[in-house]
Structures are given as C-alpha cells and as structure tokens.
C-alpha cells in the first residue's frame, strides 16, 4: 500500500537552531514529491517538487532533499515566521495526478 | 495566487440538512479537486475533476457528491450531514506542467 509518514510530529526550535523534517515514503514508481507549507486556518502553500534521488532545491532558509525511500526538509537559521505546519505528499504513477499526503509536522519556532 | 475561492468559508448545519460547497476558479485549469482536513490526518480525497462533467471518487466519497456543470465551478454535497463529517474542506486545482496542486482558502464546517 502506497504511504506517506512525516517525523517527528511536532518539533519546537529556537530561533537560528537548525534542524531537519523527514517524510518517508513507500510508493512503486515515484512520480514527484511535494512538500507544502500551511499556516493556521489557511491553505496549503506549495514550496517545492522533487522528482529524482539525489535532487536539491532550496528557497531562503528552507532546502529540500531527495532519496529513494525519503525526503528531508532542513531549514537553516529558522525564525519565528517559519513555524507552521509542513506537508509532504507523493504522486504515484497512473494516479491521474492524485497525491498522497502525509500528516505533517508541525514546526514551532521560538524567538 | 491561484485565483481559487470557497463559498462558504464557515457554515454550521444540524445533523440531517444536506449542505453544498461551493469552489470557484478563474483560470480555467482543467483539474479540481475536494480534500476534507481532519487532526491526526493527512488531507484525504474526497472526489476529483477532470473536465466538465467528468468527476471520479477519491479515498473518502462515501456520503458525497460532486458536480460540475461550468470549468470554473465544482460543488461538494453533502446530502445529509453526519456530525462525522465536521471538517475543514479544502478545494484545490492543478496548473502547470507539473501539474502542481494549488489550494483555496478552506470552508471550515460544523455540523451539530
């Protein structure tokens, strides 16, 4: 069965403490994996698309990695407008776009 | 900005009154798609659009429906609310050559 599972649940950080976000994955064919951004009460916000092991992309203090079982999202130097719940999903081939999505991780930073 | 809108955006119902969603695009995307949002879940399926008129069930469609009669418009029924289905919903539309899932504002619902 195709899965998503975001570690740790929650993760409270001081400001500049950097750190990392995993999500795993059990899916046969990877088409992409997207990680979002929500805050309370809003929608989710896409941030990035990896398609391949061993792809980067980077966006000010946040850098997404990719391997063939997980994917990592390291945030470098965080402040206190960083917290906010981060989401990964998966595209499964043949899934007509369909994504399937993780719980998140909820990210709290403190100043 | 995706140009995506739900209508409305807080509703509370009674067990038992049927209740519809409404969520609009402007950009005429082909893909559209009802998430519902719970604590402790990722968000989960609720049915998805292709094209006018060409919708298909996601992983939770038992006690909804959806319709699509214009490109810009996709409606989520509940044909008679259950206190189960208390939620925040969220409608999404896919763009670009990624195909890249976008997200509207959510419509948070209670019922009692």
């Known amino acids: 069965e195709d899965q998503v599972t975001q570690s740790p649940e929650a993760l409270r950080l001081q400001e500049g403490e950097s750190s990392s976000l995993n999500c795993s994955y059990t899916v046969s064919g990877l088409r992409g994996l997207f990680w979002y951004r929500q805050d309370p009460g809003k929608g989710p916000e896409f941030l990035f698309t990896l398609y391949s092991a061993g792809e980067e992309k980077e966006k000010e203090r946040l850098k997404a990695t990719l391997t063939k079982k997980e994917s990592f999202l390291h945030i470098t130097a965080p402040k206190p407008e960083d917290s906010a719940t981060y989401l990964c999903a998966v595209q499964a081939p043949g899934s007509n776009y369909q994504l399937i999505w993780g719980a998140g991780t909820k990210l709290i930073i403190k100043p | 900005d995706a140009g995506i809108t739900q209508s409305p955006r807080h509703k509370v119902t009674e067990t038992g009154t049927p209740v519809t969603l409404r969520c609009h695009q402007t950009e005429n995307h082909r893909y559209m798609y009802w998430y519902r949002q719970d604590p402790g879940h990722g968000l989960r399926l609720i049915h998805y659009?292709?094209?006018?008129?060409?919708?298909d069930k996601g992983e939770v469609s038992d006690g909804y429906s959806v319709s699509r009669s214009k490109t810009e418009d996709f409606l989520l029924t509940l044909e008679s609310a259950t206190s189960s289905q208390t939620s925040v919903y969220f409608c999404?539309?896919?763009?670009?050559?990624?195909?890249?899932?976008?997200f509207g504002p959510g419509t948070r619902l209670l019922v009692l």
């Open positions: 999404a539309i896919s763009a670009g050559l990624e195909e890249t899932q976008y």
């Open positions: 659009s292709y094209g006018v008129k060409d919708t």
